[in-house]
């Protein structure tokens, strides 16, 4: 029963360092999001994919990079780490299938605190 | 664009009712959620209500949806300190944008 699985849960990054997020899931899901949360501010979506080969931007994609090689993963990348990207950041996933045996529901990792120095 | 709002904090007593209030503003939202937040964990849904619908109820939970005003609540009956988390109003449709509007979370204090 793993769902969705975040590394790494913790990250500090110096300004300008890059790194990748990972996400992962094994619901056999085709949609996979990025979200951040920041205090007062909810979460905003980053980056979505609706299945392999296919991603496209959300609310505040700019200083992000995903792409979906697999169903099963959904790496969210930072080229050159601001300050301004110190967040708490969630992978979630779905069929996106409405319909009698989906409502919907978003199904979350456990999130991946980054600090940006 | 889509919007979702919600009070940032809650506190109640031990024993008393919730209600956790949200507005959104998306007219084509066909599934609404509640979500609930413990402390370092990720989201998980709590509940959901269609749009075709007005009331729904979960045992103490009880969602009440007024489409006309675009208000969506949440009201948790006997609140428990266990109640204590953050919790998130969102909202999604069925037309093909695949986007999930949340919003603040608000965030509920149980005092024993």
């Known amino acids: 029963n793993a769902g969705v699985t975040q590394t790494p849960k913790f990250q500090v990054l110096k300004t300008g360092q890059s790194m990748t997020l990972q996400c992962a899931q094994d619901?056999?899901?085709?949609?996979m999001s990025w979200y951040r949360q920041d205090p007062g501010m909810g979460l905003r979506l980053i980056h979505y994919?609706?299945?392999?080969?296919?991603?496209d931007q959300g609310e505040v994609p700019n200083g992000y990079n995903v792409s979906r090689s697999t169903t099963e993963d959904f790496p969210l990348r930072l080229l050159s780490a601001a300050p301004s990207q110190t967040s708490v950041y969630f992978c979630?996933?779905?069929?996106?299938?409405?319909?009698?045996?989906?409502?919907?529901?978003?199904?979350f990792g456990e999130g991946s605190r980054l600090t940006v120095l | 664009g889509e919007d979702v709002e919600q009070s940032l904090f809650l506190s109640v007593r031990e024993g008393d009712s919730s209600v956790i209030n949200c507005t959104y503003t998306?007219?084509?939202?066909?599934?609404l959620y509640w979500y609930k937040q413990e402390p370092g964990a990720g989201l998980q849904l709590l509940t959901y209500?269609?749009?075709?619908?007005d009331m729904k109820q979960d045992q103490r939970l009880t969602v009440l949806l007024n489409k006309k005003d675009k208000h969506l609540s949440l009201r948790i009956a006997d609140t428990q300190t266990g109640d204590s988390a953050i919790y998130f109003c969102?909202?999604?449709?069925?037309?093909?944008?695949?986007?999930?509007?949340f919003g603040t979370g608000t965030r509920l204090k149980v005092l024993a």
């Open positions: 969102a909202e999604t449709d069925t037309s093909g944008t695949y986007k999930y509007i």
């Open positions: 979630a996933s779905n069929t996106f299938t409405f319909g009698q045996t989906n409502t919907g529901e978003l199904f």
């Open positions: 209500i269609f749009s075709n619908m």
């Open positions: 619901m056999n899901h085709e949609y």
């Open positions: 998306d007219s084509s939202s066909t599934y």
């Open positions: 994919s609706v299945g392999a080969g296919i991603t």
